[in-house]
């Protein structure tokens, strides 16, 4: 229920704070993200699709477009939600956007290293030849 809470805007309790900046600053954050902005969509949509009268393929049709507007915009304003999200939790404003340069500035140093590692077992090769 509190994860529910947490993907429709609110609040978690102090203790889950490093929880939160793990959230927001994993891997897979982008994908998070993604999934918080479909479950705040699926309410709507689900009454787009429940209560609005006429044929269902209009409904269908009105709520694919509902989810298409929402994820473009959910999208659009992903790293300033995510920076909110660890604001409310106690967190300095700009805490993401500097976790997720420092991850990709590792993984740049990773793929370098391969390769760098790479091109030496090819040199390696061509020079056994």
Do not use: C
């Not at 891997?27 to 902005?37: C, D, K, Y």
């Amino acid at each position: 229920m509190r994860w529910l809470w947490y993907a429709l805007g609110g609040g978690l309790p102090e203790r889950h704070r490093s929880w939160v900046l793990h959230d927001t600053t994993t891997r897979t954050w982008a994908l998070r993200h993604v999934l918080r902005a479909m479950v705040q969509l699926a309410i709507p949509i689900a009454l787009v699709l429940t209560l609005v009268p006429g044929p269902f393929w209009i409904r269908g049709m009105a709520a694919l477009g509902g989810v298409a507007l929402g994820l473009i915009f959910s999208l659009a304003y992903m790293p300033e939600t995510t920076e909110h999200r660890l604001v409310k939790a106690g967190y300095p404003a700009g805490t993401a956007q500097a976790a997720h340069e420092a991850a990709q500035k590792q993984r740049q140093a990773a793929e370098s290293a391969r390769k760098r590692a790479a091109a030496a077992r090819r040199a390696e090769r061509y020079r056994n030849r």
